[in-house]
């Protein structure tokens, strides 16, 4: 278990180093923390022996423990800094790796869960991994190296009372391994119910308009009241195993043991085989023991609900080392031509079956048909999104396996229905990462008919636009979609139903950019929109 964390923890940014300054830190703090009763235990002894150095001894051993009490406080906040860092580096860090892993995925697999899913790993999955760098590593570490100091102490203040203290541990032992398989089943489920219900909230969310329309709502309340309940049910299991588990393990640990280490400490302080002092000190010593062994098991079973999660983030992970880009080198387009592209969700829904068809450049090709009939598929395997169940894809009569690489000579844009904008400013909307030239940039959104609406913007091309591009035109952003095409010099463009939203005026401007730039591209557009086949070179029905 520890090695697993370990090697997680080491996965998402966190260095050996950092690691065993912290534990040496809890360390430090823990032992300082297990020595209290000592100190105690001796200044009462000092008392009851009533010498005339008491007074000087028991000043000596308050000044130690001043000075400890100091130094337990600036490690334990110096400890807690570090570990607060470290938990958002594990963090950022896991939250890269899973989005790196979400977009190496293949779209059908992203197709059977839905983003809504994937929106729940990444954010509420790693934020409830932050703690599993603290609460499991670091805490399980320590407390086990403190158990064992004070066990150590136990037994160098009397042996025969820390075996009775300790008779009780493997009860409590088999009693943790028995609730922790129990309390682990039904955390997954617990972890399953809340995830759903989260996955449900944002589909309603993001399909308001359909529920309000077609009257779903009651539909909606009903289902998410079937949910809660589940939710509740599973977590009330949770909650009565742990108690439950919490309950018999202090009854056990403290209240029990500490009655026979009076009682038997009683009988030997009167046989004089111990002071009264150091009883006293060692009756602290039990507490302390099963508090740190409940703690520890308590851990334990934190370590159980985080694997459930782990478990659901690793599925994600798989895809981390995935290589979905291709390095193209070739210094012209030539062609792309698919060779009997075969593709199928299931034996029973095949979409395509030896399908051929070779695109030139300085063309526009218009796909058509049917809703169903793979249009958009299409356009998913030729931006090898999607992988074909057989056949090839050929660029320049050579394979085509991967994404264009930002470096490649030759590269693939896609153009949607609704253009992705981002919340940052029009200029970044339209380059992304390229380096920006002013010349080009303002080339480009001439190009597109940008040109006028851009100088009447606050900030010119610095304006910052809504999240989704909501405050602005439909139109606007599928000229900036364009533009950011043409900005990256993309030689193959997919579009995608590219004016499926747009009124008469703005599609027929739309179509008009697109044609005019196909010179030494290929372009593919899926429409049924009849208006875009008098500009086609060739329509290509499905």
Not at 65 to 81: C, H, N, V
Not at 352 to 365: A, G, I, M
Not at 378 to 406: A, D, E, F
């Amino acid at each position: 278990m520890i090695k697993t964390a370990t090697k997680r923890l080491f996965d998402n940014g966190v260095s050996t180093k950092r690691l065993l300054i912290i534990l040496t830190l809890e360390i430090i703090i823990s032992i300082i923390s297990a020595l209290y009763p000592t100190f105690i235990g001796k200044i009462i002894t000092i008392i009851t022996n009533g010498d005339n150095k008491s007074f000087d001894l028991i000043l000596y051993y308050s000044y130690i423990f001043i000075i400890s009490l100091i130094i337990w406080l600036g490690l334990s906040f110096f400890a807690r800094k570090t570990i607060k860092i470290n938990e958002e580096l594990v963090l950022s860090t896991l939250r890269t790796r899973l989005l790196r892993s979400f977009f190496n995925m293949p779209k059908a697999i992203k197709n059977i869960n839905g983003t809504g899913y994937y929106n729940q790993r990444i954010i509420d999955d790693s934020l409830s991994i932050q703690n599993y760098f603290y609460s499991l590593w670091v805490s399980l570490a320590s407390l086990f190296i403190t158990i064992l100091f004070i066990f150590c102490v136990m037994l160098y203040i009397n042996p025969a009372l820390t075996l009775v203290s300790v008779a009780i541990l493997p009860l409590l032992a088999l009693f943790a391994k028995k609730m922790t398989k129990y309390i682990e089943t039904y955390n997954i489920e617990f972890k399953e119910s809340y995830a759903r219900i989260n996955e449900y909230y944002q589909e309603c969310i993001n399909n308001d308009k359909s529920i309000l329309v077609f009257f779903r709502l009651e539909y909606v309340q009903n289902k998410i009241r079937i949910l809660v309940d589940k939710f509740i049910y599973s977590m009330l299991k949770v909650f009565k195993l742990s108690f439950l588990s919490l309950s018999i393990s202090s009854t056990l640990g403290n209240y029990l043991t500490g009655l026979l280490v009076l009682l038997v400490g009683s009988y030997l302080v009167l046989n004089k085989r111990i002071d009264a002092g150091m009883l006293i000190a060692f009756y602290f010593y039990p507490n302390l023991l099963w508090s740190n062994i409940q703690e520890l098991v308590d851990n334990y079973f934190t370590y159980t609900q985080y694997n459930a999660i782990w478990k659901r983030i690793d599925e994600i992970l798989i895809w981390e080392k995935e290589n979905v880009y291709q390095d193209i080198t070739y210094k012209s387009l030539e062609s792309l031509r698919l060779k009997d592209l075969c593709f199928e969700y299931n034996k029973n829904n095949i979409v395509f079956n030896s399908f051929s068809f070779d695109f030139l450049p300085n063309s526009l090709y218009v796909i058509n048909g049917e809703s169903g009939k793979g249009k958009s598929t299409l356009i998913s395997l030729i931006s090898c999104m999607v992988k074909p169940t057989s056949g090839s894809i050929l660029l320049n009569n050579q394979p085509l396996i991967g994404i264009p690489s930002k470096n490649s000579t030759i590269k693939i844009g896609m153009l949607y229905q609704d253009t992705d904008i981002f919340k940052e400013s029009l200029k970044y909307n339209v380059i992304f990462d390229n380096q920006f030239d002013k010349n080009k940039f303002d080339y480009v959104i001439n190009s597109v008919g940008l040109h006028t609406w851009v100088q009447e913007l606050p900030a010119k091309e610095n304006t910052i636009l809504s999240e989704s591009g909501n405050n602005i035109s439909f139109g606007q952003k599928q000229r900036i979609g364009i533009a950011r095409l043409l900005y990256a010099d993309d030689s193959i463009w997919l579009l995608d139903e590219p004016t499926a939203s747009l009124d008469l005026t703005n599609e027929s401007e739309i179509i008009k950019i697109i044609s005019n730039c196909k010179q030494d591209r290929i372009i593919i557009c899926v429409s049924h929109r009849p208006a875009i086949l008098d500009y086609a070179d060739n329509v290509i029905t499905i």
